[in-house]
């Protein structure tokens, strides 16, 4: 079976909508794109299309790329006191003279809808977290939809990154699965791989996980999202291997859209405990 992300994020976004309508004051999320980076600017239209498909109010912050980080900084200052924003996300990456993780760590943690600051990600690791980062959140929605029962299986997750692999491989923990975080250094992948029930890949690599490093997997999920001659491929070889598992997201169409129904659900939450202090 194909999983369509499109069609679980479309339900999340349902189900916001309608808590939202009869709201007099709406759920609002801010965002600050720093410089002109194309596939930025894409992820952001897709953000506010959805933030305004359920009623949300969005505010975009552009800054030019060669803003300064304290300006940055700055207006997550001014973000962070303002009453009516709820939910504040820094578009990244950033120029590399802005340093992310200071950036980050100026949301406070109960605007930090990303879940990426500091201490939003170390209280992931204690189950305390306020927000779990948007795409593994959006990953768990995935099970949930096609009821798939994480206890006791072995997962393999490919890429360690702060912002899939590492918070992911510590949800399905808690899920009851046996994982297996694994990277660029890791030896003999695909016999890790060809023995999981289930693998999720967030490498960044075009295609690179094809029929050598699965049989008959319960469930694969592609996170990645590349571009090849003007084509969005993911980092599975889908062609080589949809019929090869039993059941497989698709790049475009998978985890992409449930990122964002994610992060929709985070500002929601923001919005729904905001805590004025
Ligand atoms: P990242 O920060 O670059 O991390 C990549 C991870 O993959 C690293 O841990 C790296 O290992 C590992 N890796 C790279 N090549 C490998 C290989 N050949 N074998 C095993 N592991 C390998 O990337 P990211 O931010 O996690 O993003 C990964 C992909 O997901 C990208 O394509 C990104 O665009 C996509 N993405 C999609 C969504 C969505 O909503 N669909 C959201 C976020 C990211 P080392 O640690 O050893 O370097």
């Not at 497989?248 to 985890?255: A, D, E, F, N, Q």
């Amino acid at each position: 079976m194909i999983i369509s992300g499109k069609i679980i994020a479309q339900k999340i976004k349902d189900d916001l909508k309608m808590k939202v309508e009869s709201l007099v004051k709406k759920p609002t999320l801010a965002v600050i794109l720093v410089g002109e980076n194309p596939a930025s600017i894409s992820y952001v239209k897709g953000k506010e299309k959805a933030c305004l498909e359920v009623g949300f109010n969005f505010i975009l912050n552009k800054m030019n790329e060669d803003v300064t980080e304290t300006e940055v900084i700055q207006k997550i200052i001014e973000f962070n006191n303002n009453n009516d924003i709820d939910g504040i996300l820094v578009q990244l990456p950033l120029p590399k003279h802005i340093n992310v993780r200071k950036v980050i760590d100026s949301i406070v943690y109960y605007k930090d809808v990303d879940g990426l600051n500091s201490y939003n990600a170390g209280r992931l690791f204690i189950d305390e977290t306020k927000f779990i980062p948007c795409t593994p959140l959006g990953i768990m929605e995935i099970f949930k939809d096609i009821n798939y029962d994480l206890t006791g299986k072995n997962v393999t997750v490919i890429g360690r990154s702060n912002l899939v692999g590492l918070p992911l491989s510590r949800l399905l923990t808690k899920y009851d699965a046996t994982v297996t975080l694994t990277h660029s250094k890791t030896k003999n992948l695909a016999e890790i791989t060809k023995r999981s029930d289930v693998v999720i890949v967030a490498i960044g690599d075009p295609r690179f996980i094809n029929e050598n490093y699965l049989d008959n997997q319960d469930v694969v999920i592609d996170v990645g999202i590349n571009r090849v001659d003007g084509k969005i491929c993911g980092d599975v070889d889908f062609e080589k291997v949809k019929d090869k598992v039993k059941n497989i997201t698709p790049v475009p169409g998978g985890v992409g859209p449930l990122t964002i129904a994610s992060l929709l659900k985070n500002t929601y939450q923001a919005f729904k405990e905001k805590i004025n202090d």
